[in-house]
T-cell receptor, first 117, second 114 residues
């Protein structure tokens, strides 16, 4: 069984400040990990994904995340927040493909990011 | 534009109504999904279709009935819903035989059950 915990349902930062959104996972097998973003009135878009290659993953819009097995974490960061980053962010976990993998992602509860001028 | 289109965007229905949600993907993917997004809860996987065959039913009540006539279209038929079924229903697609589990989501249908 897999699960994801996102620490903090709301994060507020000033424009230009560091963004840090926390995600911890639980998985009985080496996981695939994802961050998705949801802008108001839209579906989810993939920001980045970790699939057992490099532990530091770079995504779109300047975001990156680091897979830390020892901490079972996959925190999302961005050095400098922009107003357009305001959205809800979801961390998700799945098992690697093979056999009957069907893209069954288990999502966290989401973190709403607010960016102040 | 993600290549996944959902209609309608908003739906209000009474508990005795019958309605359907539609999803269409223009990406040539072979798998389609229904997710439910409720306030303050994680996204819940409802159904998975792989090559038009239902491969996952995540203990969804029978008042939700999916239909996948071909690999590009997915429907969710609704009948005798309850107020707690009010949520955002998201459709997604992916190409799973490439080992790529990147999901492409539609914008969702915001459902309100009165």
């Amino acid at each position: 069984a897999q699960s994801v915990t996102q620490l903090g349902s709301h994060v507020s930062v000033s424009e230009g400040a560091l963004v840090l959104l926390r995600c911890n996972y639980s998985s009985s097998v080496p996981p695939y990990l994802f961050w998705y973003v949801q802008y108001p009135n839209q579906g989810l878009q993939l920001l980045l994904k970790y699939t057992s290659a490099a532990t530091l993953v770079k995504g779109i819009n300047g975001f990156e995340a680091e897979f830390k097995k020892s901490e079972t974490s996959f925190h999302l960061t961005k050095p400098s927040a922009h107003m357009s980053d305001a959205a809800e962010y979801f961390c998700a976990v799945s098992v690697p493909p093979g056999g009957t993998s069907y893209g069954k992602l288990t999502f966290g509860q989401g973190t709403i990011l607010t960016v102040h001028p | 534009e993600t290549g996944v289109t959902q209609t309608p965007r908003h739906l209000v229905m009474g508990m005795t109504n019958k309605k359907s949600l539609k999803c269409e993907q223009h990406l040539g993917h072979n798998a389609m999904y229904w997710y439910k997004q409720s306030a303050k809860k994680p996204l819940e996987l409802m159904f998975v279709y792989n090559f038009k065959e239902q491969t996952e039913n995540n203990s969804v009540p029978s008042r939700f009935s999916p239909e996948c006539p071909n690999s590009s279209h997915l429907f969710l038929h609704l009948h005798t819903l309850q107020p707690e079924d009010s949520a955002l229903y998201l459709c997604a697609s992916s190409q799973i035989d490439r080992g790529n589990e990147k999901l492409f989501f539609g914008s969702g249908t915001q459902l309100s059950v009165l």
